[in-house]
């Protein structure tokens, strides 16, 4: 055996207890989030991710980002919470689910529509198999959003870093576009109506953060094709035993629903009802299953009941701002302002804001129709309905549709001969506010009916509501719409309930008719 001479085994103990004393790099053991295929079925697949705690400490709260290649959509999906911009996907934890053990894992699933897997995964803002980002690195930018928009350029703000940061730069696919220090900017030498899609990241001497989610938005200047027909019924997830939507469509042929009510949480804050946050509850799998069944939904703001946004927003401004993450949240291309309880509708200050509110969204949001809802007379709107008009008019706020309520207002027997009645007084009021011709009027007015029976029992047959939708078609209107599809259900005998008509019907006739607009 060969012997090791004395200072050569100096050394080599030397090195070993060197060695040993050396902390570990802190990504020799890591967060990881591991992506895999529980099915595939050719047109879509059902995916999982897997996180694991590598590390000896106790993780609480993650967040697995990825980009969705085009022409492929995040559907249902369980055990996360997910939010879209765009093609990119955000998934943060549940409450039950947040805290993950050393050694432990957690996964989540969800549905994709199409054949493209997840890219560019980052969990916590690092990759999302290799470890934390950069050490010493900021943290990332969150909440990108478009403030202004003019037909050459756009401008955007976010919220800042943590940790020390130098700057900012604003990336468009690989290319650096702005760098600021602040946390916003505008870019300018852009091309009328011209898509842009951008993420922030923040740096300083030891590198750059992750990025931002995606933030997309359109120049100004684009040519906005004639308002368009929607035939849409209310749907309402938080009463009157929810119907499955894709079952209605099935049934009915309806591809858009007006999904009521968007409410104050709590000052100038949307959310559902006033009780269910904007994403990640029962009306987003709602929205999103109606869109993977080829529809697409109009969120209605206001209703009767419930704590109004219109009057707990100070300035149409703040309004605006309120009715923008309620656009931005579900990429919308239409907004319905159901404007009938008195704290809004008998309120000129409030009318006031939420015109001029409509006003700011129309100028930043190329091609979105907007849509005022009101209640009326059997002859058409009564003072307050025409004061709404008319100052709309003088606001110039571009509205698209005005939509009359035709129930409840003691017009009785005939319902059809009633709805005919206040749709042609509403034609009257928006020729005198806005000098338009009988047609021009017509192409931006709506009907929206109540199905059966009514709070005050009056009875719209399904014979009348064909009648009146065929008149809407032959006069170009451009919305038909009832309340609701949770009510369009039989129940004879002439009562009023949440979940049915009032009258011997089939399931979802209303909203076969309606669909025929």
């Known amino acids: 055996m060969r012997r090791l001479l004395p200072g050569f085994l100096f050394t080599a103990l030397s090195a070993l207890l060197l060695a040993l004393l050396v902390p570990v790099p802190a990504n020799a053991a890591t967060l990881t989030a591991t992506f895999a295929k529980a099915s595939d079925w050719g047109s879509g697949y059902e995916a999982k991710y897997t996180i694991t705690n590598g590390t000896g400490a106790s993780v609480t709260g993650w967040k697995v980002e990825v980009d969705v290649p085009s022409g492929s959509s995040v559907g249902a999906y369980w055990d996360a919470i997910l939010t879209k911009s765009g093609q990119h996907a955000t998934f943060t934890n549940r409450e039950y689910n947040s805290a993950i053990a050393p050694g432990a894992t957690v996964t989540f699933g969800f549905l994709v529509s199409g054949t493209g897997e997840p890219q560019n995964c980052r969990l916590n803002g690092g ?25 050459t350029s756009l401008s955007l703000s976010w919220t800042a870093s943590s940790g020390t940061v130098t700057g900012y730069r604003v990336y468009e696919g690989g290319t650096v576009r702005a760098t600021e220090t602040g946390t916003s900017t505008t870019i300018s030498g852009l091309t009328a109506c011209s898509d842009h899609t951008y993420t922030v990241r923040a740096y300083n001497t030891a590198g750059e953060s992750p990025d931002s989610e995606q933030v997309s938005a359109t120049t100004t200047g684009c040519t906005v094709p004639p308002t368009t027909r929607r035939a849409a019924p ?3 997830m938080g009463w009157g035993d929810p119907p499955d939507p894709a079952t209605v469509m099935k049934a009915s042929g309806a591809k858009w629903f007006t999904m009521a009510f968007i409410l104050s949480s709590g000052g100038c804050n949307p959310s559902w009802d006033g009780q269910r946050q904007l994403k990640g509850g029962v009306d987003e799998k709602t929205i999103n299953l109606i869109r993977q069944n080829g529809g697409d939904v109009l969120p209605s703001v ?19 701002g309120a009715y923008q993450k309620v656009i931005d949240a579900f990429s919308l291309k239409a907004i319905d302002i159901d404007i009938e309880n008195t704290d809004e509708f008998e309120n000129a200050a409030v009318q006031d804001r939420v015109i001029n509110a409509l006003k700011i969204l129309k100028q930043k949001n190329a091609g979105l129709q907007t849509i005022l809802t009101f209640g009326t007379t059997t002859t058409g709107p009564n003072t307050w309905g025409n004061r709404l008009i008319n100052r709309s008019a003088e606001l110039q706020a571009n509205v698209d549709v005005f939509t009359i309520m035709p129930f409840d207002f003691g017009g009785g027997k005939d319902m059809y001969a009633s709805t005919i009645s206040a749709s042609e007084g509403l034609k009257n009021s928006l020729k005198s506010a806005f000098k338009w011709s009988d047609a021009d009027a017509y192409a931006h007015m709506g009907i929206s009916g109540m199905n059966g029976n009514s709070d005050q029992k009056e009875v719209t047959s399904l014979d009348q509501w064909t009648r009146i939708r065929d008149w809407s078609k032959s006069k170009g209107l451009v919305r038909l719409a009832f309340w609701s599809v949770n009510r369009d259900r039989p129940c004879p005998g002439g009562g009023t309930a949440e979940n049915c008509s009032g009258i011997d019907q089939k399931p979802w006739e209303f909203t076969k008719i309606t669909a025929g607009f």
């Open 302 to 320: 206001g209703g009767w009941s419930g704590n109004k946004l219109g009057p707990n927003c100070s300035t149409p401004e703040a309004l605006a």
């Open 127 to 151: 990759s999302c198999t290799d470890g934390p980002q950069t050490p010493g690195a900021p943290g990332a930018p969150s909440s990108p959003t478009v403030t202004d928009r003019t037909d």
């Open 234 to 236: 209310y749907l309402y």
